[in-house]
C-alpha cells in the first residue's frame, strides 16, 4: 500500500498519507478495536465483519460514501472480495485486495519428478506418497485451520451440498497430508514456507497457501487448488479490507481514500505493480495484467472467484484463532486423533464461542 499512498498525493495533494505494518499474525487474530492507535484506516480479514458490526469497531462506510460509488465497487467486485465485508445491513470496509488459498508448485522439481500439476486430492496423495518431502503444506495454526476449512467446502460441493466450514471428508483429506508432510510444516505460515520452497531442495508442491502475485517468478508458479472431484472451489477467501475507525479525525477523507483504492485505474496501474491482487474484477481482466504477474492472475483465477466466505458471526474470530490452537494439537498427537474426534472437538468449541459470545446490547451496555 506505500506504492498507492504515494500516487494519492498527486490526486489530493492537501492531504497525506502515513502507511504503517503489522504482523501477519495480528492481521489474522488481532480483533480491530484493539488495533485502534491514532490510525484513521486499518486493514483487516472479513471474519471480523460481525464483530466489528456488534462493536462499531469502525465506520459504516456506506454512511459516508455515496450509493453510486458503492454500487459501481461492488459491480466490479473480483468474486465475493466487496460483499464479504457487508454485514448487518452495512458495508464496513472495502475489499482492495483479493486473494484466497491457490496452489503453487516449484516449477523444476515438479518436472524432475516426471508429475503434472496435481488437480485432485488423489493426484496429491500419490505425489506425496511417491515422493517423501515433495509435498507441503503451512500448518501454523491459522493457516491450518484455513487449510481445513477449503477443503470442508470442497468436500461439500463435491457431495453436491452447500459448502461449510466442517465437513468430515475435509478433516480425513487434510490428516491423511498431514501424516505424509515433513513436521517443519507446523512452524510454517504462507510466505515463510513459499521462501523455504524457494531454496530448500526437496518440495515441489503445495496445495494450499494464500496466493503472493509478488512471488509468482521463478521456480515459483502459482494455479488453481485441486479439488476431490477435480473442481477448483470451496478455497478460502483471503485479501485485505479497508475501513475506517470511528475515532478517526478525517473520517471523510480517509473513506474517499479507500474508495479511490478501490477503481480500475489505481487497482490496475498502481496496485498490481507493487505486487498485490486487484480487488477488482476490470483490473484482473485488463490486457498485459495477466503477464505482468507472470501470470498469477488467470492461473488463480477460478479459486478466487469460487473461494469460501468463511462465517463472519461475531462469535467466529475468537473461535478460529483458538480452534487453529486446538487443530495443530490433535494433528501433532498423530493416529490417536482421528478425524472423527478432530470433529467432534471443532464442533463442541464452535458451540461453545457461539454460546458465550455476547449479544450487540451486552457489548454496548
Known sequence: MAAV?????AVRPDVTVHWGTRPL??????????ADD???LIFLDHPMTGAIAQRRALVPIDTVLPASVLQRIADESMGAGHASYRWAGHQWALGVDTTSQVAAHHQTRLGALGAQVPRTWDDVLALASSAPGSVALPLYPSDAMCSLISLSANAALAAGSPPDWLHRDGV???????????A????LNPPRLLEHMRQDGRIAYVPYVFGYADLARPPLAFTDVPGLDGVSRGAVLGGAGLGVFPSSSAVDDAAAFAAWCMSTD????V?????GQPGNRLAWEAPGQDSATRHYLMATRASVEHAYVRPRDPWWPEFQREAGQQLVRMLRGGPEHSAAAIEAELRELAERHRSQTPSAAQVRS
Open 271 to 275: 496496485l498490481v505493480p507493487a505486487g
Open 38 to 40: 491514532g490510525y484513521d
Open 184 to 187: 517443519s510444516c507446523f512452524d
Open 172 to 182: 480425513e483429506m487434510l490428516v491423511e497430508l498431514v501424516r505424509l508432510v515433513d
Open 5 to 9: 499512498a504515494s500516487a494519492y498525493t
Open 25 to 34: 499474525a495480528m492481521f489474522n487474530d488481532q480483533p480491530v478495536w484493539e
Open 266 to 269: 489505481v487497482q490496475r496501474d
